[in-house]
């Protein structure tokens, strides 16, 4: 059997009852047996500032900073504030940033997912987090896309999904999310493998000049 996946999960809402918590912690019974999912506590990392960054950081943000080093994969929950992304939810993102030369973001895949009573679904908080993963650098899983609208008519106070399309639709999502970590996993695992046409090709790379 393969090997489990580490998946850390960045829940954008700290409130007690939030929608897109739920959907989170359905998300792990709904996840393949080989993918554990394991939520980040952001809301115990003070806000950004560069002042604080010195050898001896909050433990706070170094503890978040570990957990997503050791972390196979990450995703991206959200519910959308404004359009944009919670406040709460980008702090955790500057704090993995930094230092600079030192991001732990950098090359990890990442998913994300938006929610929201309304009816956009949080597009908008979704298309913000990748507009920062561009930049991070993280391999974002594109298709399929998650923006759960209506949610409060989707998943009830125990966190059972009411629908059985949108049960359907997470399963998909999540196992959509496996086979893109293990696929980037195989292919850095190819990249690194030592090439043993690479010293008979070597001195042949000019022979065209
Ligand atoms: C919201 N909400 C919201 N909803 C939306 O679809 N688009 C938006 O831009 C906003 N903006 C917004 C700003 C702020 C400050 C708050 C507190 C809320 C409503 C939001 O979707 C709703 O409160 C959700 O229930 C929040 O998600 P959780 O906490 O249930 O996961």
């Known amino acids: 059997m393969d090997a489990q996946l580490r998946v850390i999960a960045l829940v954008g809402s700290l409130r007690r009852e939030s929608y897109t918590q739920r959907v989170v912690l359905a998300l792990k019974d709904l996840a393949p047996e080989t993918m554990a999912i394991e939520v980040a506590s ?40 404004n359009r944009s992304i919670p406040g709460a939810l980008k702090n955790a993102i500057d704090v993995g940033s930094r230092p600079a030369g030192a991001s732990v973001w950098s090359q990890k895949p990442a998913a994300v997912l938006s929610a929201s ?36 008519g989707l998943i009830d106070a125990d966190g059972r999904i009411t629908s059985s399309a949108t049960a359907d639709f997470l399963r998909g999502f999540v196992s959509a999310f496996e086979q893109w970590i293990r696929r980037l996993r195989h292919d850095t695992a190819i990249a690194k493998a030592p090439n043993p046409q ?12």
């Open 42 to 81: 952001i809301g115990s990392l003070s806000l950004y500032n560069e002042d604080d960054d010195t050898d001896a950081p909050p433990p706070p943000w170094q503890a978040f900073r570990n957990q997503v080093r050791r972390a196979d994969g990450v995703l991206f929950a959200t519910p959308e504030y």
């Open 117 to 152: 009573p309304g009816a956009l679904g949080g597009f908008g908080a979704n298309h913000h987090i990748r507009q920062c993963l561009t930049f991070l650098d993280m391999p974002v899983l594109q298709q399929p896309e998650a923006y759960l609208s209506r949610v409060a």
């Open 198 to 209: 690479a010293s008979i090709l070597a001195p042949n790379r000019f022979a065209h000049l």
